[in-house]
Structure formats: structure tokens, C-alpha cells
């Protein structure tokens, strides 16, 4: 029992050690807002005003043991910068959105990254794009030609080069324009649902050592992405920018998942829109973090709060930062740059009145909405109350773990990249448990094992190794010893986006041997074994998981000639690795 407990230990502090060297590491981002159009495309209004809103975003997250860089490349037209002007926010430094200025980001995250001390903890990059997008490629402002563009297959050869620099790196990329499934999937795919790599793109990511990529764009390969003008933005950077804030965390963990991230924006730009967005997990994990908020200091608390839909915006109406549609179930938190905000709040039982604050939020302090002063505003009308035609009310609904449910079954059911999918398929694992004793001897039993499984879709086939001793005084003092090899198969189910469980048939052979204090050794060599076993398993952080598994096995063992057969309980405890 005291190695049980020890294993316990180890186990729990792999899992905070992990928790601790994510939380530790950098952010950078690189920003790009395009507005120009081309090639018979209409110029856009808003991309300037997504990527600020990001670029500020990122700039403002907060945490001691985590520094923000952020890169901006966007030209700001007036209307943009008038914005800014009367909220009282400065501009962020930015440059022109051209193809030497976004090669010399990358360049600038590979030297920031080489600075940095071998054992530091993993850096997380963000690349997000919003503007125009056509077949297999993002526009970016021309330096002489007539266009100037950028494909999907070089901004992964851009991120694939930054793994010798840090081979842990996680990198997400965030595409607001028309047509961006296209820059990810085979050229000419026009496929709506599901991932569709390209052999180039996985490719890249093998070559990449571990540089793990998340993916997620506003639209499918042959579908437009739209802006809304009340928002001032496009309709997908909107859902992003809010979701990253922390109102897509439907479990109040203070991390989104990337599958709450692709689950949230997916549940609010196809209820509004119809849009329906485009996601690959990064590794085939929709359980990676995409933002980890714990530690942040500087938060607006909404927990307190009445339910219904809330919109931050900055204090004179521009620019929106945040929307979310409070539930009564889950706190909501969201991490903000500090600043003058007004908070529109439409209470989900009143479809003609809307109440507004205004407050500030300083750099260091969670501020709670509850103790705010609200202030009633009408709306023009109910309609525009209940958010049909007002967008600064367009969430419709509460988000909530369902949905998150929803998404991950549908992608584990045929959506996943076979790239990931083969690279996830391995499972390697060590054990140690205690059962009972056989043959009616009675006493405890202390095992240890080792387990290999190759996933086959939703069952698997395996193998596991133990060994068990066992004390006895009976007719004399002697120690129990059983060796066994057995081939496994079961069934695997997946339960949200960190729990598996599993059940698993085994058949196979042992030795049993009996050692005397006095000397001599007796058994049976060859034990006829089956068995069963039901578990469950917890992702820790990354592929590593821990596991808890209760087997019964049945051996026939051969005593003076006959065999009796002997069936006895175990539980395990273990941690493995994915691969």
C-alpha cells in the first residue's frame, strides 16, 4: 500500500509539474489585418479593426511568469483610428501587413525563441489573419506586384521552421477570411465538415519534430466569411476574440480547450450566420490547451451576475471586445487588457429593456460586475433587444459543455486528421496494484505491470507484462511468485475531453513459482490465464495520462498433478504515454 500511495504521488505531481511548465511559458503573437481587396475583390472595412482588437488583447494579458509579444501588421485607415482616439486607446505599434514584414515576425519569434534558456517551459505562438482569402491562399498588401499573397503550405513551412528553435512549441493559427479551409486541405477540396490535411502540410508537421498545430478558420474551402457593420468586424473574429477571452470556457476550468474553442465559435457564427468554421486540433488533441488563463490577475468577473447576454465594449461604444450569454451553471471570467469599459447586459427574461455600466478595470484586479452600477437602456425595440437585428446582442444562447460534448463526438466519429490519428495510436504505460493471493491463501497481493495498446478506431489489441509476490506461512514460510504475458483486446470510449474509459478481454499464460525460506523451489512453468478489466483514464497534460483499472483473472494452476483454477481480483494505478 505504501508504493500504491507513492504512485499516487507521482502521478498527481507529474500532473501539477506539467500544469506549472505550460503556465510558465511565453506568448507571441503575430497579428495581421489586411482590408485591400484585389482580383476583383470589394475592399473590406474591418480587418484593421480585428487585428487591433487582438493585438491589444494579447498585449494586455497579464501574468508574472508569462510575457506577451505581440506583433501587429495591419494599416489603420481613419475611421479605425478615430475609433481608438476617443476610447482613449492607443494604437499598438504596427507595420504594413506585407509580405517581407510578415517574414521578418517569423524571423523575430525564431530569435526570441533561441534567447530563451533550454529548460524553459514551452512557448505558445498565435498567427491570425483577417481579410481576404482565395483558392489555397491569403492576401497580404502588395511591395510592387500587382498581389501579394501568402499560402497555407508556406505559413506551415514558417511555423515547422521554428522547431529547431523550440522543438515544444504550440502554435495555433486563427484565419478570418473567405474560402480559408482551402489554404489546409488538398488543392481544389471543397469539402464543408472535417479535416482534410494535405500530404505536404503533414508532411511539414512530421518533419517538425513536436511542433504540434492547431487550425481553425472562419470558413469551408468554397464559403465566403462575412463582416457585420454594427460590430465593426468581421463576424468570426467577433466569436474568436470572445471565446479566447474565456466565454468559450464551458467548464470553468479558466483554460479553453481547443474544443471548446471550436465548439463555441462554431455554436455562435452557424446560429448567426450560418457560417460554419473549419478546425484541425493540434496533434488530433481537441483537449490542448488553446488559452490558459490561470493566474491572470487582471480579470472581469461575471459570475455574480443575473443571467443573459453581456457585450464589453470600450467605454464609448467602440471597440467591442467581448460577448457572452451568461447561464446560471458555470462562472464566467474574462481575461482583459485593462481600460474604461461599458458593459451592455440583456437579461435573458426581459425582451424590452437592456441595462449598461460603466467601469474600469485596473491592471492587477479582478473586478466583480455584481457590485457595479447598472443603469437602464432601451433598446430601439424588442427585437433589437432579443438580438435579431441589434449584433451587439448575437449570441442567442447559453454555451455549455453539451455542445463541446457535441463537437467531440462528431469529430472522434469520422473528422480526424489521419496524421494525428496515426501518431496518437500508441500507448505505452506502467502500473503497480495489489490483489488477492490465489488459491484461497488469503492476504494481499502486490503486482506491478507493463501495458502496450495500439488503438484501432474505438477498440484496440495489446499486451501487458506483471509480476506478483505473495508472503505465506503456511506449512512452512515461503514467497509466492507469478510472472504473465497476456494478449488484450476491448473497446475504448471517449467521456468529454479528458476522461477514456475502457474494457478489455485477455488471454494468455504465467509460471507461478513457490520459493521456500529454507531453500528449493517448486510451480507450475506453463499457467493457463484469462481475464477481464474495466478502466478509466484521465488525460494529465499532453499525451501523458494516469490510469485506474480494476482485472480479474482465472489461471489454472497444476498442484501435485492436477490443476485447480483460481480467480482473483486486482486494481491498478498507472501512468502512460500516447504516442
Not at 457535441?406 to 495510436?425: D, I, V
Not at 484461497?440 to 507484462?465: H, K, N, T, V
Request: net charge neutral; hydrophobic share 45%; proline share 5%.
Amino acid at each position: 500500500m505504501r508504493r500504491l500511495g507513492l504512485a499516487v504521488a507521482m502521478v498527481l505531481g507529474a500532473s501539477i509539474a506539467a500544469r506549472a511548465a505550460h503556465a510558465a511559458g511565453p506568448t507571441y503573437a503575430i497579428v495581421v489585418g489586411h482590408n485591400g481587396g484585389g482580383a476583383g475583390l470589394p475592399e473590406l472595412r474591418f480587418a484593421d479593426d480585428d487585428a487591433v482588437r487582438f493585438a491589444l488583447f494579447f498585449r494586455g494579458l497579464d501574468a508574472a511568469d508569462r510575457p506577451s509579444r505581440v506583433w501587429l501588421l495591419a494599416d489603420l485607415d481613419a475611421e479605425t483610428e478615430q475609433g481608438l482616439a476617443q476610447a482613449g486607446i492607443l494604437a499598438p505599434p504596427h507595420g504594413s501587413p506585407t509580405r517581407g514584414a510578415l517574414d521578418g515576425a517569423f524571423d523575430e519569434v525564431r530569435r526570441a525563441l533561441e534567447a530563451r534558456p533550454d529548460t524553459s517551459a514551452p512557448a505558445v505562438l498565435y498567427v491570425l489573419y483577417a481579410g481576404h482569402g482565395l483558392g489555397g491562399r491569403i492576401l497580404l498588401k502588395p511591395e510592387g506586384a500587382s498581389e501579394a499573397a501568402i499560402t497555407g503550405h508556406e505559413i506551415r513551412a514558417a511555423v515547422a521552421a521554428l522547431a529547431s528553435s523550440a522543438p515544444a512549441l504550440q502554435t495555433f493559427l486563427f484565419i478570418d477570411a473567405c474560402r480559408s479551409q482551402s489554404l489546409f486541405t488538398e488543392r481544389g477540396g471543397d469539402r464543408e465538415i472535417g479535416p482534410d490535411l494535405s500530404a505536404q502540410a503533414s508532411d511539414l508537421e512530421r518533419r517538425a519534430g513536436t511542433v504540434r498545430i492547431g487550425v481553425l478558420t472562419a470558413a469551408a474551402a468554397g464559403k465566403s466569411a462575412g463582416e457585420v457593420r454594427d460590430l465593426g468586424a468581421g463576424y468570426f473574429s467577433h466569436v474568436l476574440a470572445s471565446g479566447l477571452a474565456g466565454a468559450a470556457d464551458a467548464d470553468g476550468d479558466d483554460v479553453v480547450s481547443f474544443g471548446e474553442l471550436a465548439a463555441f465559435v462554431a455554436f455562435n457564427t452557424e446560429r448567426f450566420t450560418g457560417q460554419r468554421p473549419w478546425f484541425s486540433p493540434p496533434g488530433g488533441d481537441l483537449g490542448a490547451p488553446a488559452i490558459d488563463h490561470r493566474g491572470r490577475r487582471t480579470r472581469l468577473e461575471l459570475t455574480g451576475v443575473p443571467a443573459g447576454r453581456y457585450l464589453v465594449e470600450a467605454s464609448p461604444g467602440r471597440p467591442i471586445f467581448a460577448e457572452a450569454y451568461k447561464g446560471d451553471r458555470r462562472p464566467l471570467r474574462l481575461a482583459l487588457p485593462p481600460g474604461r469599459y461599458r458593459v451592455l447586459r440583456a437579461p435573458a427574461a426581459d425582451g424590452h429593456r437592456a441595462r449598461r455600466a460603466e467601469v474600469e478595470l485596473i491592471a492587477g484586479q479582478r473586478l466583480d460586475l455584481a457590485g457595479a452600477a447598472w443603469d437602464d437602456e432601451t433598446l430601439p425595440d424588442a427585437r433589437a433587444a432579443r438580438g435579431e437585428d441589434d449584433p451587439h446582442l448575437a449570441f442567442e444562447a447559453t454555451f455549455t459543455p453539451e455542445a463541446v460534448s457535441t463537437l467531440t463526438a462528431g469529430y472522434h466519429a469520422g473528422r480526424e486528421p489521419a496524421a494525428a490519428a496515426e501518431r496518437l495510436k500508441n500507448d505505452l504505460g506502467v502500473a503497480i496494484g495489489v490483489g488477492t493471493a490465489p488459491l484461497g491463501l488469503g492476504g494481499a497481493e502486490p503486482a506491478a505491470a507493463l501495458r502496450y495498446r495500439r488503438a484501432l478506431g474505438s477498440f484496440f489489441l495489446g499486451g501487458r507484462a506483471s509480476f506478483a509476490r505473495s508472503s505465506h506461512a503456511i506449512a512452512g514460510s515461503y514467497d509466492l511468485e507469478r510472472y504473465l504475458a497476456l494478449l488484450e483486446a476491448g473497446a475504448r470510449l471517449a467521456v468529454g475531453r479528458r476522461l477514456e474509459l475502457s474494457a478489455a478481454a485477455s488471454v494468455g499464460a504465467g509460471m507461478v513459482v513457490r520459493r521456500g525460506a529454507a531453500g528449493g523451489t517448486s510451480g507450475d512453468p506453463l499457467v493457463p490465464t484469462i481475464g477481464a478489466a474495466g478502466g478509466i483514464q484521465v488525460r494529465i497534460a499532453g499525451a501523458w495520462h494516469a490510469s485506474l483499472e480494476l482485472r480479474y483473472a482465472v489461471q489454472w494452476i497444476q498442484i501435485d498433478g492436477v490443476r485447480r483454477g483460481s480467480g482473483d481480483p486486482a486494481g491498478e494505478l498507472g501512468v502512460g504515454l500516447a504516442f
